[in-house]
């Protein structure tokens, strides 16, 4: 009878991780994902909060004392690699 979750994929993917750490190697060679702080908020012609730039971009005081955007926020936003 199968034994299901103890065979498989599961464990082979189990054993090459026990197999990287004995020869030194990384678990996770990739990484993680790189992220960057996005600001989100509302605006006139949106009032549900989206992405509005990217924090090292925009100007979020402006936005908000011109009065073009309100109910600010900043998060961290996976990126994926433009090369």
């Known amino acids: 009878m ?3 979750y103890e065979e498989g994929p599961v464990a082979e993917e189990a054993q ?6 004995e020869r030194g190697e990384p678990l996770d060679a990739q ?3 790189p992220e960057r702080a996005a600001l989100f908020g509302s605006t006139e012609d949106d009032a549900e909060p989206h992405f509005l730039g990217w924090a ?8 908000f004392e ?3 955007a309100w109910g600010l926020s900043f998060r961290r ?7």
Not at 77 to 83: A, I, L, M, P, R
């Open 16 to 21: 090459a991780r026990i197999d990287a750490l």
């Open 31 to 33: 990484g993680a994902p």
């Open 2 to 4: 199968p034994r299901g």
């Open 56 to 63: 090292d971009e925009v100007d979020a005081d402006e936005l």
């Open 77 to 83: 936003v996976s990126v994926k690699d433009s090369g």
């Open 66 to 68: 011109s009065g073009r």
